[in-house]
């Protein structure tokens, strides 16, 4: 895991200070709202229904046993005792006072963390592959990239106010598990024809409201050129993006309207002039990589036999290491999940108990490593096999053990109308209803893997466009109502889902999504899985049984 | 009226010429269409002359004057509007530009140290009651990550 230097330290304090400066400033009437508005997102700070939430960043997904203790500590002494992981990888809690930011910024930053760039019209936080590093299919680790992008992007003085945000997300692997195809940049490390490492960079591929697949704009780009495209791009889009309409400012509609081949031209032409004062070094590469070699694996951690007969013996477990841990690219270790979706508690949620309980248990287990995944949950990256069994049950009594990982109740779920100011819709509630329907987990494990995805608004915070069954809440005169679409997917063959027909009241969404499951269930062939299924026979056989009754 | 110039709170002489008022004698700026447009009397002009730069113009505009040109304002109508931030850097790196680059127009004295890293050095602030947190903000940050114009 990077380590801060002392520069690093000094930058994330300096903020810190800068900030306490600016909302002193605020609370005494010197800077308007507007202005301040400006400044606290760029802090993370956003004002929600109830009071102000703060989103800190989590570089790539990578935290910390100690920072989890942080995390404890803030949500007990500045929270209500939880907070919330995120789709990108973030960490939100939604009870802060404004007053108080700043000495919570002032905590992370003792820890390493901060707020910084993680709203706003600006650079976001870079994702990555929760499986860096570790998976089976890696060409190489995305992460000593993500941390170079991390560093140039924070506090990049020409980049701030962009039309609109801009996220950027990394990926090492064959299977794309960072959605980089929905970004506005996406980068994929891939070898070229000389057999040497590089990056195919896409651009303006997004969410929300205009959900937009992205295009490759450079199948390969050398290393040392990274930051300079990135520059390259980001200057194009800072000179032409739109302003005048906050729903066109994206990339993705500048790509559009400008065409690619043309945008590429600007881009590429802009690249020629900056690319040889902007050279990422060899050795610049080498050093922030030396801060991601593997920890000292155990080299006969195979060895033991302990694990085949503890799931021989207790299918409670063989079923939670089938659901909720991978193979992992060393012998004799497993990539484990927690699942933050027991079907009592709002997804993505953990309480300071949890925190610290896990902060502890990464110690003892995984290397005193976290890793928060794109679909709200954790990953310990590297667990012996042989301890697995006594994991598990710790775990469970923590309630962070439901095998449902992959399955219909791994739902991704944005916080909706209990905490969202832009809500249209609650979506919490509504997870918890679907869960409820759903009670039966040797059912769940035979539907296999569906992803669904929940929005309470067009925002589409949840990335319910990509979800295999998306609900997306709407408002129709003041009443909740719910959008559904099928076939969405944020991975290699990347689609946006299609929608099943009108919105469906909400005492009806758990139905109709048990509807949904059960035509799968009884048109699937063989193993074939739900999105092939909608592939196959398309949204006409769901429609008709969900509104068989119209 | 006072203004922030290379670090220090100074006097300013500088008046902007809006395109259909007549020319006046003294330090002014215009737009880059009365530059193009009165470009010979300008050059005669009593006084020195500067062109305001709103973000919808371009630098390539000017490009070849800058040699003439002992001003450059780049204007905020509004102080999300960030296209300025690229003008700066594009005329301090991509031109060379030494002559003076102030910011004018709606942006906020928390802008300034930004402003300054893409190659700003005077900055004419809405309220002159912001100038000192204006100056402050010039050390917020002693380290930086990336290279700008400095
Ligand atoms: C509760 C406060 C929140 C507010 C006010 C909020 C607001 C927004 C808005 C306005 C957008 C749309 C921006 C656009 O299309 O350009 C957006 C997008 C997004 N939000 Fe949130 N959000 C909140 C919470 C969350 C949470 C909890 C998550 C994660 C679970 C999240 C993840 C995202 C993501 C991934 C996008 C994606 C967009 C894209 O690629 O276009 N947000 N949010
Ligand atoms: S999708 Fe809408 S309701 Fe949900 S968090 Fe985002 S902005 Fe709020």
């Known amino acids: 895991m990077y380590q801060y230097n002392e520069d690093d330290q000094t930058l994330i304090e300096e903020r810190v200070a800068q900030f306490r400066r600016q909302t002193e400033r605020f609370l005494k009437g010197e800077i308007s709202d507007d202005q301040f ?7 993370g700070v956003y004002i929600q229904t109830h009071s102000p939430m703060l989103r800190i960043a989590g570089p790539y997904g990578l935290l910390s046993s100690k920072q989890f203790r942080k995390l404890a500590h803030i949500a007990r002494e500045y929270d209500k005792g939880y907070c919330h992981f995120t789709t990108r990888q973030n960490i939100q809690f939604n009870w802060p006072q404004l007053e108080r930011i700043p000495d919570i910024l002032e905590e992370l930053a003792s820890v390493q963390m901060h707020a910084i760039q993680t709203s706003g019209n600006c650079l976001r936080n870079t994702t990555s592959d929760h499986l860096a590093g570790v998976c089976t299919d890696e060409l190489e680790d995305p992460r000593p990239y993500c941390e170079i992008i991390r560093q140039w992007t ?21 299977l794309d598990r960072a959605a980089t195809q929905f970004h506005d940049i996406g980068l994929h490390l891939v070898k070229n024809d000389a057999g040497e490492i590089g990056f195919q960079v896409l651009v303006g591929g997004g969410l929300g409201r205009t959900p937009i697949i992205g295009q490759v704009i450079r199948p390969y780009l050398e ?16 000179l032409y993006g739109r302003r005048d309409n906050k729903y066109k400012a994206r990339i993705k509609i500048l790509v559009k309207e400008t065409g690619l081949e043309k945008f590429t031209q600007l881009v590429e032409k802009e690249w020629q002039l900056i690319k040889d004062k902007l050279e990422l070094s060899a050795e610049r590469i080498e050093a922030i990589k030396t801060q991601f070699t593997p920890p000292a694996y155990d080299s006969n951690a195979a060895e033991d036999t302990s694990f085949a007969q503890h799931q021989q013996e207790n299918q409670a477990f063989a079923t939670w290491v089938k659901h909720n841990t991978l193979h992992h690219k060393v012998p004799g270790y497993r990539i484990t999940f927690l699942s933050l979706k027991a079907p009592d508690s709002p997804p993505g949620d953990m309480t300071d108990t949890q925190l610290d309980a896990v902060a502890d248990l990464a110690d003892q287990y995984s290397f005193g490593l976290i890793r928060s995944t794109h679909r709200q949950n954790l990953v310990f990256a590297d667990v ?8 598990w049950q710790k775990l469970d009594a923590l309630k962070l053990a439901t095998p449902n990982i992959g399955t219909v109740t791994d739902i991704i779920c944005c916080p909706g109308l209990d905490f969202c100011s ?17 009670d039966d987990m040797d059912y769940i494990h035979d539907i296999g893997d569906v992803k669904i995805n929940m929005s309470g608004c067009m925002n589409g915070c949840a990335h319910q466009s990509v979800g295999h069954i998306g609900i997306l809440g709407v408002d129709k005169k003041g009443v909740e109502w719910y959008q559904l679409t099928l076939g969405g997917s944020s991975e290699n063959e990347a689609a946006i889902g299609e929608r099943l027909g009108p919105a469906v009241a909400k005492d009806q969404v758990a139905k109709v999504v048990t509807t949904i499951l059960d035509v799968y269930v009884k048109q699937r062939l063989d193993d074939e899985s739900f999105l092939d299924m909608v592939k196959r026979v398309g949204i006409t056989p769901f429609k008709e049984e969900v509104y068989a009754d119209n | 009226m006072q203004i922030i110039k290379d670090k220090q709170i100074i006097d300013d002489s500088w008046s902007y010429i809006s395109d259909d008022a007549e020319l006046k004698a003294g330090d002014i700026s215009v737009s880059p269409a009365r530059w193009n447009k009165d470009k010979q009397q300008l050059l005669h002009h009593d006084g020195k002359v500067g062109v305001r730069l709103e973000p919808s113009d371009s630098v390539d505009d000017i490009a070849e004057d800058l040699k003439e040109i002992e001003l450059i304002e780049l204007n905020f109508p509004a102080f999300a509007d960030g296209r300025a931030f690229s003008h700066a850097w594009l005329l301090r790196n991509r031109y060379q530009y030494t002559g003076e680059i102030r910011a004018t127009g709606h942006y906020m004295p928390d802008q300034v140290f930004y402003l300054s890293r893409v190659g700003i050095n005077a900055f004419n602030l809405e309220k ?7 100056l402050s903000t010039l050390s917020d940050f002693t380290v930086s990550y990336q290279k700008s114009t400095n």
């Open chain 1, 37 to 43: 508005r400006a400044l606290r997102l760029m802090n």
């Open chain 1, 154 to 174: 924070t506090l990049h003085p020409e980049f701030a106010y962009l039309p609109r945000k801009f996220k950027i997300a990394v990926s090492g692997a064959k």
């Open chain 1, 223 to 238: 290393k040392k050129h990274l930051l300079s495209y990135l520059e390259a791009i980001l200057r194009i889009y800072n």
């Open chain 1, 384 to 391: 012996r096999q042989v301890e697995l069994f006594s994991l």
């Open chain 1, 422 to 438: 832009l809500a249209n819709a609650g979506s919490i509630g509504i997870a918890k209803e679907i869960n409820e329907a759903l």
């Open chain 2, 128 to 134: 002159t009651e912001d100038l000192p947190v204006a």
